[in-house]
């Protein structure tokens, strides 16, 4: 019994020991390409890890921006989403301590474990705002998981930052009605150039398609046509990352979900691990919009400066 108890005991202290907060005065903690633009992108990346035993035997859902081995992945987004849409810009994004994919098995444990990643992110915004930012114009994008955060952020923004706020990208994240009619912030896109708006989208084959945290939008907008009806859209692009195949797609908002339903894409390595589900197209959020996305926050970072 007593041997019963040391171990427990070990086991909660094991528990006990918290990751590390990442310190955003620390270089360490950002992915950061300064271009000497005029104007900024603040990117908050998507779920790069899945759960994992640490050094001393805890699972763990929540990354250490100090390990090397799971900043590996962030790294890889981070610099892969710049390559794709950066180029006109200065690109800032925080390592943060992101929730595992296993998460998102049920709202009950995302719930639970985004209040960290949340506070990690709004912490980095603030330092960015304060100390890298020099009164710049920004965009602000976000990625499934970084979307969801992104949301938060959008609810607190103070009205002198949103101000030089050019646009949000909430992409493959739904927005709900609440917050779409409460908080003065989130002002959903019309159009492909108006200011200070919310570009929200998930693309699915289908609504049945739909992940479960992710069944129904209040905000969406079209990223190739920019209309927030049904109006269809085409584009031809390479069905997946290095594949030859070409793909003509068909893309068009699904006024009852407010899903964006993509029909046509012939890939068959897009299916998340652990949640994912065919015809369900997070993993391909930014990259089959890719040119779109980039066009877009040019012309709506022009129109800002020529304001």
């Known amino acids: 019994m007593f041997l019963t108890a ?6 909660s202290e094991k528990h006990a020991i918290e990751l590390q907060e990442p310190q955003y005065s620390d270089t360490s903690q950002w992915f950061v390409n300064n271009r000497n633009a005029q104007a ?7 779920t790069e890890i899945g759960d994992y035993t640490d050094s001393i035997g805890v699972v763990r859902h929540h990354a250490d921006t100090y390990s ?19 180029e006109n810009f200065n690109f800032y994004s925080p390592y943060y301590r992101q ?19 949340k506070q990690d992110v709004k912490k980095a915004f603030k330092y960015y705002i304060e100390n890298l930012n020099t009164s710049r114009p920004f965009i602000l994008a976000g990625y499934s998981q970084g979307a969801m955060i992104l949301t938060e952020i959008l609810k607190g923004i103070d009205d002198i930052t949103f101000s030089r706020m050019i646009a949000a990208y909430v992409i493959g994240a739904t927005i709900d009605s609440v917050s779409a009619k409460n908080y003065p912030h989130i002002i ?16 699915v084959k289908n609504p049945d398609c739909a992940l479960n945290i992710l069944r129904k939008s209040a905000v969406c907008i079209n990223p190739v046509n920019w209309t927030t009806d049904s109006t269809s859209a085409t584009i031809i692009t390479k069905s997946s990352f290095h594949a030859e195949k070409i793909d003509t797609l068909t ?34 959020e930014i990259w089959l919009y890719r040119d779109y996305l980039k066009q877009n926050m040019e012309l709506r970072s022009k129109k800002y400066q020529d304001k």
């Open 68 to 86: 090397d081995s799971l900043r590996s992945p962030m790294y890889g987004e981070m610099k892969g989403v710049d390559a794709l849409i950066g």
């Open 6 to 11: 040391v171990l427990g005991c070990k086991q």
């Open 251 to 284: 893309i068009k908002i699904d006024g009852k979900s407010g899903l964006l339903c993509v029909d046509g894409f012939t890939a068959t390595d897009y299916i998340l691990p652990v949640i994912g589900k065919e015809g369900n197209y997070h993993s391909r």
């Open 188 to 203: 959903p896109a019309q159009k492909a150039d108006d200011l200070g708006v919310t570009i929200c989208y998930n693309s």
């Open 99 to 117: 929730c595992s994919l296993q998460t998102y098995i049920s709202d009950s444990l995302a719930n639970a474990r985004m209040p960290i990643s």
């Open 40 to 46: 900024d992108i603040f990117y908050i990346i998507s």
